[in-house]
């Protein structure tokens, strides 16, 4: 047997208003897509704002379903919508996430199993790494530089 440790690097920031100019819109682009949330099941609504290489910005929100697990998480809204929308276009450079609680608060929100599997999937289609911004609790920011950090031991084919 043989032991190892993982260490994952990410960066935290303080608060949304320390990222760079475009990082805040890109969250607050996920704010606004969370609001637009179908979720009167969980109550959970989560937001996603993808932004591909030219800059344009595709948002995704869950989407629930009475039918458990028909729905769909925000995060695979967001980038199927964008490669639906924009085959021409598989390049993204940042993935800004969000949620807001049954009281309607911001809250901690990041991808879930299946969402990181996903994410891994076109960052590596893409063959450069796919940046993840989650709000986390008390309004601070984490930002990993790859899917690849969420999700490291993945499956691949």
């Known amino acids: 047997m043989t032991e190892k440790t993982l260490t994952i690097n ?12 475009a990082d805040k819109e890109l ?3 996920a704010i606004s897509a969370a609001d637009g949330a179908y979720a009167p099941y969980s109550r959970f609504h989560v937001g996603a704002a993808l932004r591909l290489a030219d800059g344009s ?15 769909l998480c925000a995060e695979r809204t967001a980038i199927f919508a964008a490669s639906a929308q924009r ?26 199993g299946a ?11 893409q063959g450069h790494p796919l940046r993840v911004l989650c709000l986390l609790q008390e309004g601070r920011v984490r930002e990993t530089g790859s899917v690849a950090d969420l999700m490291p031991f993945s499956f691949s084919l």
């Open 27 to 29: 969250m607050h682009r």
């Open 87 to 112: 085959p021409d276009m598989r390049d993204y450079t940042a993935l800004a996430i969000v949620g807001r609680n049954a009281a309607g608060e911001l809250c901690e929100a990041s991808p879930c």
């Open 57 to 71: 910005v595709v948002t995704g929100n869950n989407q629930e379903n009475a039918a458990f697990p028909s729905g």
């Open 10 to 21: 990410y960066k935290e920031y303080a608060t949304i208003d320390a990222l760079s100019d």
């Open 115 to 125: 969402c990181r599997q996903v994410l891994l999937e076109y960052e590596r289609l």
